[in-house]
């Protein structure tokens, strides 16, 4: 069954009669479990990785440390809810080390994410401090790489 | 496919030696050439990983490099690599070698292949093969001085040679026979019950074995059976093998050879004059692999396994049968129904489909018939290349 989502999550346009071939079960089988992943959200969504750059419309992206104080009873769960509901927050995670929450945030120019921590971020009550870094280029996301050589540069067109 | 006007032609030039000048082409060099010229094609006919080697290993191989190992190795190759491969053999086939005499580090599986024929090969020795086979087996035979006896095998016995056909074929001169499961271009497995049958005729005969086990980690269900692993045949089983296919290392070119003393003697020999040692940067990375290597070697397989599921459902849905090939990254369906011959087929799907597969014929006269078709390519390849083939079928099917 691992395999099915193993496969979905490298090609989400997969369809279940190529996954029912790939892993040797009934289609039937296979749309069962995927259909029941969806309902309980073990498949969140499918999504698409693109490099916007080729577009000419790439968004502005920072990395935010902040530094929040956790509250009573809820820990740190209340403060996360409360910055990880806006919609310029595109990931969020928890951490170890020297501040609490990093944060993946998107904008369409450096205006809008300064105004998002400076207006909406900074002044929360539990927050203590923010530390913003631009991202200046991406390599690798979701474990894709953006610029690849092409195969047929690598390999003979034909061999024994 | 012999090129028999340029054949022809060499042969006359005294400056090339006979054995040469009448070795015929390999069966692929045309298509190559044909290749080479076109554009947007989509290859089934490539003999190698589409992964490129783990980065771990590459890693492995730059660090050497910085650490300045960039002088010869002992001939018979680094003791850190022996004794890898040794421990390699042990987990995976339960056979033990004793890793100073009885491995030897080669240039790829091929300098291997061609160490032990021309280590064991008398002028006039026959060693037999199946048909079709690997490009390399009969013309390294022939260069050893040997004679290739040629086994015909089938669909109905599943690509595999059988040991009563063999054992028609045995005279005086015959020395050892060379089978190579799973294999290329079939993806055929050997089971048990045919190692064993052609074990004992080996044993009744007296007959050396070379077994080439290049992809035996490509086996898709059943378990890899490693010759020499069989009862008393680690006595008379020269196995070769490397780790091109099993960590996308083609291009690394380290193979091995396992065998008892006297044999690694005598092909250490041969190796010592000539090659030397294996490339040093690529023995370091191999020491990587094998230590550390098992996770992707076994990513890797269940994507083959995937892609291969995928491509010989689509195959037979298209109209060109195929037996199930359970090792190595090939296909090799039945095109008889198109009434073409393989190199027809392989030609005019290129010219009119854009897509290249490698004619049977070019691996021996029982290929005819058919083509190979490698899985090692992406899954959207694999797709749009059978969609073409599929297209192709409907235009060119006869109609019975």
Redesign the interface.
Known sequence: MKEIFEILEQHARATPEQISTMVDKPVSEVEQIIKQAEKDRTILKYRTIIDWSKLGQEDVWALIEVRVTPQRDVGFDAIAERIYQFPEVYSAYLVSGTYELAMLVRGKHMQEISSFVTEKLAPLEQVQSTVTHFLLKRYKENGETFHLLKEANRRLPITP | MLNIESTAIEARDNLISQKVATLPP?G?RK??DL??SMED?I?L????P?F?TPWHIREAGTYSLEKGYTMYTSNSGMPELRQELTSYLELHYGISYHPEHEILVTTGSSEGLDLALRAIINPGDEVIIPDPC???YPADIILAGGVPILIPTNEENNFVVRATDIEARITKQTKAILVGYPA?PTGAVMSKKESRAISELAKKHDLLVISDEIYARLVYGDEHICFPSLPMMRECTILISGLSKSHAMTGWRIGYVAAERRFIQALTKIHQYTMLSAPTIAQMAAIEALRNGEAEVQKMV?EY???R??MV?RLNEIGLPCFEPKGAFYAFPSIKATGMSSEEFAEKLLLEEKV?V?PGT?FGACGEGFVRCCYA???SNIEEALRRMGRFIRKNRLTT
């Open positions: 390999s692929i298509f190559f290749l080479s094609i290859s006919g490539i003999g190698e589409d490129v690997y490009v390399a290329n269940q396994n995937r892609r599921r995928f459902k290249a490698v070019a390519t992406s899954l």
